[in-house]
């Protein structure tokens, strides 16, 4: 089982839609919770930083952490086309070992 | 502020080559994390180097190496290629490589194995 898992995609949705972006982990050794958004042929880019449980809002972003159940999710209100890539949590332990999702693809259609 | 640079941005190879990828972190961060990319595995973490010492490794085999120098600019070694080691390299670096903080990806090297 992997120490990270993070909901399959693709994701399709209509411009203007909220979107829910969520990953599971079974180590309680992650402190510090990130999104990352990474375009076709790039590197990834950081969006959202957390290490506490409960939510933390950034514009039309929003990340939510649940320590107790290891749950987190990226919200993604008023959704747009310049919004479509793949969005990767990632989970970093005090040591710095770095534990990365999946990914998941989203494409916002106008 | 210059990003993080990755060289080259593509490659071609042949299995049982060698390879040598090079990354410049941003000025000023000492931290620099190796990861690879495939559509299969995701983003898989290969070794972090910091003031010149390899500090942690992710489970790949000993054919993946890497080095960093005095000036934080870090090398990765690929030797015995083999088909699967097709994937996109990234580079990502940050000041300390403490797990508070942000890392600063490259866009990666697109490597090809035939």
């Known amino acids: 089982q992997k120490e990270v898992e993070q909901d399959p995609g693709p994701l399709s949705v209509p411009e203007g839609a909220i979107v829910s972006l969520n990953c599971t982990y079974s180590n309680s050794a992650f402190q510090y919770f990130m999104w990352y958004r990474q375009y076709s042929r790039k590197g990834p880019e950081l969006l959202m930083y957390?290490?506490?449980?409960g939510n933390k809002e950034d514009g039309r972003f929003t990340a939510q952490v649940d320590k107790s159940s290891k749950y987190i999710s990226l919200f993604i209100r008023d959704s747009q086309p310049s919004d479509s890539a793949t969005y990767l949590c990632a989970l970093y332990t005090n040591a710095g070992k770095s534990t990365f999702g999946d990914g998941t693809t989203l494409t916002v259609k106008p | 502020k210059a990003g993080v640079t990755q060289t080259p941005r593509y490659l071609i190879k042949t299995r049982g080559q060698q390879v040598t990828l090079s990354c410049s972190p941003i000025?000023?961060?000492?931290?620099v994390s190796w990861y690879q990319q495939t559509p299969g595995q995701g983003l898989q973490f290969l070794f972090e180097?910091?003031?010149?010492?390899?500090?942690n490794k992710g489970n790949f085999p000993g054919r993946f190496s890497g080095r960093q120098f005095s000036n934080s600019r870090s090398e990765m070694n690929v030797s015995t290629l083999e088909l699967g080691d097709s994937a996109l390299y990234l580079c990502?670096?940050?000041?300390?490589?403490?797990?508070?903080?942000?890392?600063?990806f490259g866009s990666g090297t697109q490597l090809s194995v035939l």
């Open positions: 000025s000023g961060h000492r931290s």
């Open positions: 180097y910091f003031s010149e010492t390899q500090r």
């Open positions: 957390t290490y506490s449980s």
């Open positions: 990502a670096s940050s000041l300390e490589g403490t797990g508070e903080e942000k890392l600063f």
